[in-house]
């Protein structure tokens, strides 16, 4: 199963469990979504469920917090979280801070997603990771999937979630494609907000890294094991709330860690699992942390320098230089 295709069926399912989900953004319905994950919504569903939107970011996801107050379930699609910019008061200011203003008396069930992170030539203003951004404002819960099973479960958990929701997909991740079990293609099928999940197993080195990373991560244990590194790979799935329990227990196993994301290397996700493990297992370590990150630019435009922009496989920074830095511990 795609991702497109998970994302699909768990939007799909949930609006046909709940007659309150609706969706709500540019192209969602007559285009079936720039990316096509809204394909068949709209016929299936109609125009009062399937909202087509003028390019207003901020009236859009206005009207959809304010849905959300008065108990609606609105999951409201921006073509780039870049955008989400245009309405970051409502989805900071409104829709995070309501349920603590309001002691608790008003919750708001608000799915914010779109693609996130670095595509493939479109731009510094449409490739910026926003993960450490919402990851940071208290009232808001931030999910990242990497994998087909992710990506339905989470999403699936986000819409049933009492609290707002920001979704963080990857245009690269749309088409890939992974295999799937008979659990996971259950309408019942959702994955835990606040769980990580261990994708490999090791006992050297402890790697962290969430949706495009987990692949680029899996890759280089791979080729950490040539060099007879074995290395644990972590897939966060959920930045807010941040699995501690699972990357500490990791650490003191292997005694040592690796931060892995695209987004900038300054106040980044891989800054603050490197505090967590500090503060909470910081005498099983036996090296200094290590955080990979993106550079700290905007995004280039051009193909060649955008490729040195992110953390690739083939770079030395998850290859050859973490080996060497491993081996020289």
Known sequence: MTVRDALNSALDEEMSADPKVFLMGEEVGEYQG???ISKG??????????????????GFTG????????????????MTF????????????????????SAGQMSVPIVFRGPNGAAAGVGAQ?????????????????LAPYSSEDARGLLKAAIRDPDPVVFLENELLYGETFPVS???LDSSFCVPIGKAKIER?????????????????????????KEGISAEVINLRSIRPL?????????????RLVTVEEGFPQHGVGAEICASVVEESFGYLDAPVERIAGADVPMPYAANLERLAVPQVQQRELATDLCQWLQLL
């Open 34 to 36: 720039a990316y096509k």
């Open 41 to 58: 919504l709209l016929d299936k569903y109609g125009p009062e469920r399937v909202l087509d939107t003028p390019i207003t970011e901020a």
């Open 63 to 78: 009207i959809g917090v304010g849905a959300a107050y008065h108990g609606l379930k609105p999951v409201i699609e921006f």
């Open 82 to 101: 870049n955008f989400s910019m245009q309405a970051i008061d409502h989805i900071i200011n409104s829709a995070a801070k309501s349920n603590y203003m």
């Open 126 to 142: 449409h490739s910026h990771c926003y993960a450490s951004w919402y990851a940071s404002c208290p009232g808001l819960k931030v």
């Open 182 to 184: 008979a659990e996971v």
């Open 201 to 225: 197993e090791g006992k050297d080195v402890t790697i962290t890294a969430f949706s495009k990373m987990v692949g680029y991560a899996l890759k280089a244990a791979e080729i950490l094991a």
């Open 243 to 255: 699995d501690r329990d699972t990357i500490n227990a990791s650490v003191r196993k292997t005694n």
